[in-house]
């Protein structure tokens, strides 16, 4: 199986700071990865795919980057109803396994 | 418009076998490269991917989970089944039903989710 490592697992920012979030996957995953966000007591909601496209209806303060193993979820500058929790997903090949998530926070 | 919805017990007892029904709208899954998938969330912890089916009735499961798991399509009914023998109280999470659309096994429609506990 694909691992996949996120950092960091937390993270708290002022509005309107920009923040980067790591996904590492354990072996090459070329450009198949996704993100999502999960605000508090939602289903999760697709953001980016094929590691840098934005999803229809997604604000453009968010990007994506990386390929390989090495990516990056990047929010421009941070709104207050950015308030969650994100997560990278491998679907390069099955199991198409998640991160452990990392969880942002308003300071 | 895309839209998912699981059904099922919210309650199960440990050793019970656990079947959830995603009934769907809006795609076939007699369209090439359509995929209806399951994801489970212990309560606060990581999403865990469980299983995925495909339009031409290719199926993948997570290994750890491989030997309980059984997903299956009724293409005529628009709905996908979920089942998942012996649970345990560690099973207790939200399961979402999800779509994959033809370009990649990422998901970019969700469920609401729906709350399983095991519990005696």
């Known amino acids: 199986d694909i691992q996949m490592t996120q950092s960091p697992s937390s993270l708290s920012a002022s509005v309107g700071d920009r923040v980067t979030i790591t996904c590492r996957a354990s072996q090459g995953i070329s450009n198949n990865l996704a993100w999502y966000q999960q605000r508090p007591g939602k289903a999760p909601n697709l953001l980016i795919y094929a590691a840098s496209t934005l999803q229809s209806g997604v604000p453009s303060r968010f990007s994506g980057s990386g390929s390989g193993t090495d990516f990056t979820l990047t929010i421009s500058s941070l709104q207050p109803e950015d308030v969650a929790s994100y997560y990278c997903q491998n679907y390069n090949s099955a199991p198409y396994t998640f991160g452990q998530g990392t969880k942002l926070e308003i300071k | 418009q895309i839209t998912l919805k699981e059904s099922g017990p919210t309650l199960v007892k440990p050793t019970q076998t656990l079947t959830l029904s995603c009934t769907f709208s809006?795609?076939?899954?007699?369209?090439?490269?359509?995929?209806v998938g399951w994801i489970r969330q212990p309560p606060g912890k990581a999403l865990e991917w469980l299983a995925l089916?495909?339009?031409?009735?290719?199926?993948r499961y997570s290994p750890s989970l491989k030997s309980r798991l059984t997903i299956t399509k009724d293409t005529s009914k628009n709905q996908v089944v979920l089942t998942m023998t012996n649970m345990d109280p560690v099973d207790t999470a939200t399961y979402y039903c999800t779509h994959r659309p033809p370009d990649g096994s990422y998901l970019d429609y969700w469920g609401q989710g729906t709350l399983v506990t095991v519990s005696s």
């Open positions: 089916i495909f339009w031409d009735d290719n199926k």
């Open positions: 809006g795609f076939s899954l007699r369209n090439n490269g359509m995929g």
